[in-house]
């Protein structure tokens, strides 16, 4: 398995980036909960931020261990995406190297997943939350609960 390098960070070109970075969150991002909302009002049940695999480093974003599928809901900064993935100015070159490690973990894991039978769905934050529920659904089939109703409204 890949692992970081572990060189020192670079010092952060102003205080507002240094916090703006650390500030990052892993889990419950906006595109994420907006697929989540989604598919639990659809009657999917799924582990948020599990560990497909014991001796797997990586968590997946939503997991659903019965069908066996992954989903990971990925930034477009910090995974390369085609469309929107940017390269920062200042420390570029730490910068490359550790988004290439991110990259590179992320097609170990999907091999890794795959040879154990499960299959990976990753989601963009930029696609709308009906584009990736609709690719998700389709890995899983039909949900093993019903959907809720609505809640009756009472004015």
Known sequence: MLTE???????AVDEHKRRSMSRQRSRDTGPEMAVRRRLHALGYRYRVDHRPLPDLRVRGDLVFTRTRVVVFVDGCFWHRCPQHGT???????????????????DRATERSLAKDGWRVVRIWEHETPD?????????????????????????
């Open 5 to 11: 390098s572990r060189s020192a960070r670079p010092q």
């Open 87 to 105: 390269s920062p100015r200042h420390n570029g070159a730490w910068w490359r190297a550790k988004l290439d490690i991110n990259v590179a973990r």
């Open 131 to 155: 584009d990736a529920v609709a690719r998700i659904t389709a890995a899983l089939g039909p949900p093993r609960s019903a959907p809720r109703a609505a809640a009756p409204h009472h004015p």
